[in-house]
């Protein structure tokens, strides 16, 4: 089955210095909402920038290691535009 998990990322440096703003922030474990606008996505997975990337492995790709020693395929997928936080969610960032 396919799950759906979306991380959001700290603002970065550069982007406090030119005035950027979070947009969106989490409600539950399952939803988030984008602000001024206040409408909601459900997923089956949201984790706070304070979230940890131990918490996110767990979640999302630690049993996918597993169900691997049971003979089964798996793949995890960063998707997103430009900047969005792919590469700091697959722990390779220096930022």
């Given at each position: 089955s396919v799950r759906v998990a979306v991380r959001i990322r700290?603002?970065?440096?550069?982007?406090?210095?030119?005035?950027?703003?979070?947009?969106?922030?989490?409600?539950?474990?399952?939803e988030l909402v984008m602000e001024g606008k206040e409408k909601r996505f459900t997923f089956d997975y949201v984790f706070g920038k304070e979230s940890s990337q131990e918490e996110i492995?767990?979640?999302?790709?630690?049993?996918l290691v597993h169900s691997l020693f049971d003979g089964y395929n798996a793949t995890?997928?960063?998707?997103g535009q430009t900047?969005?936080?792919?590469?700091?969610?697959?722990?390779?960032?220096t930022d």
């Amino acid at each position: 089955s396919v799950r759906v998990a979306v991380r959001i990322r700290p603002i970065l440096g550069k982007e406090k210095v030119e005035g950027c703003m979070e947009c969106v922030r989490p409600t539950s474990r399952t939803e988030l909402v984008m602000e001024g606008k206040e409408k909601r996505f459900t997923f089956d997975y949201v984790f706070g920038k304070e979230s940890s990337q131990e918490e996110i492995y767990r979640a999302n790709a630690s049993p996918l290691v597993h169900s691997l020693f049971d003979g089964y395929n798996a793949t995890v997928l960063a998707y997103g535009q430009t900047g969005s936080g792919k590469t700091y969610t697959m722990g390779t960032s220096t930022d």
